[in-house]
């Protein structure tokens, strides 16, 4: 298909904490390569300008929190030919979907002295909760390369290459010695979803699930492990609750482990 | 002019979702509203029940732009706590680490937010056609800052690598004198982005201000040092809750700190300029008069050349500390958890961040209390906007509104850091 103008491309916030927006403007060397294939429509922490959709390429950051969002979103998708999720307050929920195991007026009362007044919805829900999405891009920050590739795929019509293989994998391919089966620091990677290139273990610590869970995680037979290694059911929900503890997977284990 | 209406729905080049409104009756300012729409996130909710190891990492999670400062405020808050005293090679990495996020964050606003607004562009992309060797510079000059994050925290959003008591894993040597180079062409660039910003047309204006920053007794202060101002405050960070409140106002939907019984205040690259000048380098120093630009300044949109100034001040810094780096014998030092309570401020590149946590005997976060900086800056945020709206009455509307956003963006306002702990109250 002949592009006879640059496709739009649209950056919308959410809940969030706007990091993975952050990262376009992260990709020093790339930054103004891509400014030169797209048109630049919405992207307000960036520009001042806003074109009128429809927008080619929506990529979307934050997670649904209160009614007007869960209405934007709908309007965000109808301006939208592709739509792109990026990070995992829109992919899962964030972190603020901790909300969604505690009563969010409780938590409203810790925070705020007028919590009867404060406008959230009772769970953070992510975006494919809402409206169709059409790719996933994961990570608490996403991978700044990832996501130029995802869009990079979608400018020439093509699959993203993202690979959807654990953690474990990463690491095994960096020629990192696996610190679970070794010094047993409580690690996430056999469950996690690949991107960060297994940059925890490179730094000496255990994976904590920023990616998320990857395809068919089999969790239990992590806590399992983990459990004979010591780690006590309180440790073992925590380690499920972080910023995608709404993440189906992650969400099922967590639960599994509540007193 | 006499009724007049200056709205920006949605604020650009702002991190984070907020607007601005400002009405004018008969000639007189009569509401300004620095709105902010941003949903809550109840950190200080979730943080409770979790283990103190914890805090580093999910605090990280406020804000993208400044982690390290989330990351910071709380491993010293919390070791403050627990009695311990992080020194030596170890304290100077964390400010390595903190002097990395100075340089990114700052070089994102100087070139990407900021300069747009006094060179006439909707964006840096726009510049980029006119100003090409600028903005290509500053992004150069932001992966510096970066790449400082990348090496000592893994990655530059969210690092990885902070813990309470130290690090996880500690850089090689190499792997720090590697950026020698690029520190010292960050240091030429920096300087070059003094005398650049010092050159544009800043709007005549200036307000009498109550700084606030720290102050260390022989450093520019990053990680540690006594709360001070300008007309008179000097205290510990276990005091900060004595001296600052936060009010809820109805007009404005956010919870807003204010120095109790004086009101505003500002914080940030300007308050901490004004306040530690003199722990600046001799070749900052030396360069901030050769461009006329000395405490007091008070005219808020000359922070730019501040950031500049601070930005040269953190790439010199930063080469200090990799030049004498040793590295210790232990990634950090053993922390033991005891029940207390611990303060934690440090300095933000948009200015001061305070951290209370009250830890359990098991380790457990039993309460905690972040105040950031953009809240801080909030009042001061709309005062400004009062008093430069009759100040530039005779500015067509569109013009105004532009010169209202711009004097926002001097505060480099972190809207989604700001508004975790700010309610959105409608008025009572």
């Known amino acids: 298909m002949k592009q006879q103008r640059k496709p739009k491309l649209a950056v919308w916030k959410f809940a969030s904490c706007d990091g993975c927006q952050l990262s376009l403007l992260d990709c020093e060397d790339e930054l103004l390569a891509v400014a030169g294939e797209v048109e630049i429509a919405n992207f307000p922490e960036a520009s001042r300008a806003v074109a009128r959709g429809p927008y080619d390429i929506s990529l979307v950051e934050g997670s649904i929190t209160t009614p007007h969002d869960a209405e934007r979103i709908h309007q965000v998708r109808r301006a939208s030919k592709v739509l792109i999720t990026i990070g995992a307050c829109a992919t899962a929920g964030g972190i603020q979907a901790l909300r969604n195991f505690k009563d969010v007026r409780e938590f409203a009362s810790i925070v705020y002295a007028n919590p009867a007044t404060i406008e959230a919805l009772a769970k953070s829900t992510p975006i494919a909760d809402h409206v169709f999405v059409d790719f996933q891009l994961r990570g608490c920050p996403i991978n700044k390369y990832q996501l130029l590739e995802v869009l990079s795929a979608y400018l020439h019509g093509r699959k993203p290459n993202i690979p959807n293989m654990s953690v474990c994998v990463e690491c095994k391919q960096r020629g990192i010695v696996c610190g679970l089966v070794t010094h047993g620091p409580p690690c996430l990677g056999p469950v996690t979803h690949a991107g960060c290139g297994a940059l925890c273990p490179s730094y000496h610590r255990g994976c904590f699930g920023c990616y998320g869970p990857k395809e068919a995680a089999n969790t239990g037979s992590l806590s399992a492990w983990w459990a004979g290694k010591g780690m006590t059911e309180r440790e073992l929900l925590w380690n499920y609750r972080n910023f995608n503890a709404y993440a189906e997977a992650f969400r099922k284990e967590s639960e599994a482990h509540e007193e | ?428």
């Open chain 2, 1 to 428: 002019m006499k009724n007049r209406s200056i709205k920006v729905p949605y604020l650009a080049r702002v991190e984070g979702e907020g607007a601005i409104q400002v009405r004018v009756r008969e000639g007189a300012v009569k509401d300004v509203k620095f709105k902010i729409f941003e949903p809550p996130r109840f950190f200080e909710a979730f943080l409770r029940g979790r283990h103190y190891s914890e805090a580093p990492d999910i605090t990280a999670r406020i804000c993208g732009i400044c982690p390290v400062a989330y990351q910071m405020s709380a491993v010293h808050a919390i070791e403050g706590a627990f009695g311990a005293r992080v020194d030596g090679p170890l304290r100077d990495l964390r400010r390595l680490l903190y002097c990395g996020e100075w340089i990114e964050s700052h070089a994102l606003h100087i070139y990407l937010l900021h300069a747009p607004d006094f060179l006439g562009y909707e964006d840096a992309i726009r510049m980029a056609k006119d100003y090409p060797n600028e903005v290509r510079d500053g992004l150069q000059l932001k992966k510096v800052g970066n790449d400082l994050m990348n090496v000592l925290g893994g990655r530059e959003i969210h690092p990885i690598n902070v813990k309470v008591g130290g690090f996880y894993r500690l850089p090689k040597k190499e792997e720090l004198t590697e950026l020698i180079d690029r520190l010292e062409w960050a240091i030429d660039v920096s300087a070059k982005t003094v005398r650049w910003t010092s050159t544009l047309n800043f709007p005549e204006y200036e307000y009498d201000y109550e700084f606030v920053a720290l102050r260390h007794p022989s450093e520019y202060p990053l990680n540690e040092g006594r709360i001070v101002s300008n007309k008179g405050l000097n205290i510990d960070a276990s005091e900060y809750e004595k001296h600052f409140a936060e009010e809820h106002v109805g007009h404005s939907n956010a919870l807003q700190s204010v120095l109790k019984d004086r009101g505003a205040y500002v914080v940030g690259p300007i308050a901490r300029f004004h306040l530690n000048f003199d722990r600046l380098t001799s070749r900052v120093r030396a360069l901030a008069e050769e461009i006329g630009l000395t405490p007091p300044c008070t005219n808020p949109f000359k922070s730019i050349v501040i950031r500049a100034l601070e930005t040269m001040y953190a790439c010199e810094e930063a080469l200090r500390i990799i030049r004498s780096y040793e590295p210790p014998e232990q990634p950090a030092m053993p922390v033991h958890a005891r029940a207390s309570t611990g303060y934690g401020c440090t300095e933000a590149p948009r200015g001061i961040l305070y951290h209370r946590y009250t830890v359990g005997v098991d380790g457990t976060i039993r309460e905690a209390r972040i105040v950031p900086p953009t809240a801080q800056n909030q009042k001061s945020i709309e005062g400004d906007l009062a008093r430069l709206v009759p100040a530039f009455a005779s500015l067509p509307t569109e013009q105004l509104t532009h010169r209202c956003e711009q004097a926002v963006r001097n505060y480099d306002p972190c809207i989604s850091c700001a508004t975790h702990f700010l309610t959105l109250v409608n008025e009572a």
